[in-house]
């Protein structure tokens, strides 16, 4: 029930730990770092269609379900019902968190590349890059985020006399909006070799993930039950299965051209739509109670940190001279290798950052 302040303003109700949820930031979060992980392999064509780099396309491409289902956790979180506190509430309690986390994050890889990579640029070159989020690999996603977040007030009130059916239904169709628009850019550039594509910006990579953000606070009301939500997990695993067939190039051209393995992917849509409502199903949304479940609430928490520190943690494990993964993996060891490494030191990063007073906000 809606809680009334002295004011009479209506808040939002406490919020207790969803198990569910939890476990969808992990796995999202699981998803981005194997990507990254196993970029280095799979577009290496020396080590093409070997056991290794096979894996890593299992891992990279089987894994785009991961920023879409990031937003789908956030639409999740902030769209659900009782979230009705005003926006300049709202906006408190979210950007305090993200803007600093943004803010030093980008200054952390700014400093990185200009020192460890040598990678200097002058000050018109590095303003570019954080206006086209390119300051680093995936930081595009804070602004993505920081975009979904602006604009969600003024989406609660258009939504707001939508029901369930209606929200899913507006969510699917700017989903779908979003795949048509990725499979014919992708189709022209292939038939003409033009490049219709824009360079999207900080102030646009927002767009094409509203579908999703919908998705995520409308399918989170739904009750399904734990048989439909094991059928829906099959779905994700099939296709996901189908966005690795695609991204390994054993697909026939035409449909790699239809179906483009990006995060606007059908198949990647289809997979993260379907492995939200399979857990969701599969995990009543109670409170976390036993030891496992308390462990995955924790590390669903410390996912922002692990998202922007496990780059660094990556490049450390690839020239620490343990194994020779300069320029990526070239054996199944060296793959198991940087994969386990990265997510145990992204955690234990984020974990660390986070009991530290003044550097809890950026984790």
């Not at 989406?155 to 700017?174: C, H, I, M």
């Not at 393995?261 to 849509?269: I, L, N, S």
């Not at 620490?320 to 490494?341: D, K, P, Q, W």
């Amino acid at each position: 029930m809606t809680q009334v302040v002295a004011s009479g303003t209506p808040t939002a109700p406490a919020r207790t730990p969803r198990r569910d949820i939890a476990l969808l930031r992990v796995l999202a979060i699981l998803g981005v770092v194997m990507i990254h992980v196993a970029a280095l392999t799979m577009t290496n064509d020396d080590l093409r269609d070997t056991r290794v780099w096979w894996v890593a396309v299992l891992f990279n491409q089987g894994g785009r379900f991961c920023v879409p289902l990031f937003v789908m956790v956030s639409g999740a979180l902030v769209l659900r019902p009782g979230s009705l506190e005003p926006a300049a509430d709202f906006f408190r309690k979210r950007l305090t968190r993200l803007v600093p986390a943004l803010l030093t994050w980008h200054v952390v890889y700014i400093v990185f590349s200009a020192t460890v990579l040598d990678a200097r640029s002058d000050v018109g070159t590095v303003l570019s890059k954080v206006a086209t989020g390119r300051t680093y690999t995936a930081l595009y996603f804070f602004w993505l985020i920081l975009g979904l977040y602006l604009v969600t007030p003024a989406l609660r009130t258009l939504l707001a006399k939508l029901d369930t059916t209606q929200l899913v239904r507006a969510g699917l169709g700017l989903t779908a909006l979003t795949c048509v628009w990725q499979s014919t850019i992708v189709f022209v550039v292939h038939q003409s070799r033009i490049d219709v594509s824009s360079t999207p910006t900080v102030f646009t990579y927002w767009i094409p993930y509203v579908g999703y953000f919908v998705l995520g606070g409308a399918l989170v009301r739904l009750q399904v039950d734990r048989r439909r939500g094991w059928a829906a997990l099959a779905v994700a695993a099939l296709a996901s299965l189908a966005t690795v067939w695609l991204g390994s190039g054993a697909a026939p051209e035409v449909l790699t051209k239809a179906l483009p393995t990006t995060y606007h992917a059908w198949t990647v849509a289809i997979a993260t739509v379907a492995l939200f409502v399979g857990v969701t199903g599969v995990l009543p949304p109670k409170d976390g109670a036993t030891r496992v479940e308390r462990v995955v609430d924790r590390l669903g928490g410390l996912t922002l940190g692990v998202f922007a520190s496990h780059l660094l943690v990556l490049y450390a494990l690839q020239h620490s001279g343990v194994l020779t993964v300069t320029h990526g993996a070239s054996r199944l060891l060296e793959l198991a290798y940087l994969g386990v490494g990265t997510v145990a030191g992204a955690f234990a990063v984020a974990w660390l950052l986070s009991l530290v007073p003044g550097l809890r906000r950026v984790v």
